[in-house]
């Protein structure tokens, strides 16, 4: 059975920084690709980033150069590093896994499994 679990969201200022983690079980973590996606209250679900292997990453437009994706295969968990936050981040953030296949990495249509979602809030 699969299970991707998040943590570590929560309140922060603009300006601030976060880092997520999801602790992944029941897959053979190394060979899959993980990613992050978000969604805000009446938006569209949107990809953040993720990362194929240990280096081959792709960042959505709103993390670029902000955010940072890396994983650690002894301890099955990807991360979310989030700098300089802004209020525009406040969503809930989802971990997603599958084996990389017929869609690209910040597709959600390659990721069938996915975490419960952690709430991220940036507000002064």
């Known amino acids: 059975q699969v299970q991707l679990v998040e943590s570590g969201g929560g309140l922060v200022q603009p300006g601030g920084s976060l880092t997520l983690s999801c602790v992944a079980t029941g897959i053979e973590f190394t060979l899959y690709a993980l990613a992050w996606f978000r969604q805000a209250p009446g938006k569209q679900r949107e990809f953040v980033a993720s990362i194929v292997g240990d280096d081959s990453t792709m960042y959505g437009v709103s993390a670029k150069g902000r955010f940072t994706i890396s994983r650690d295969n002894a301890k099955n968990t990807v991360y979310l590093r989030m700098n300089s936050l802004k209020p525009e981040d406040t969503a809930v953030y989802y971990c997603?896994?599958?084996?990389?296949?017929?869609?690209?990495?910040?597709?959600?249509?390659?990721?069938?499994?996915w975490g419960q979602g952690t709430q991220v809030t940036v507000s002064s």
């Open positions: 997603n896994a599958d084996r990389p296949g017929l869609y690209s990495a910040d597709d959600e249509k390659l990721y069938d499994y």
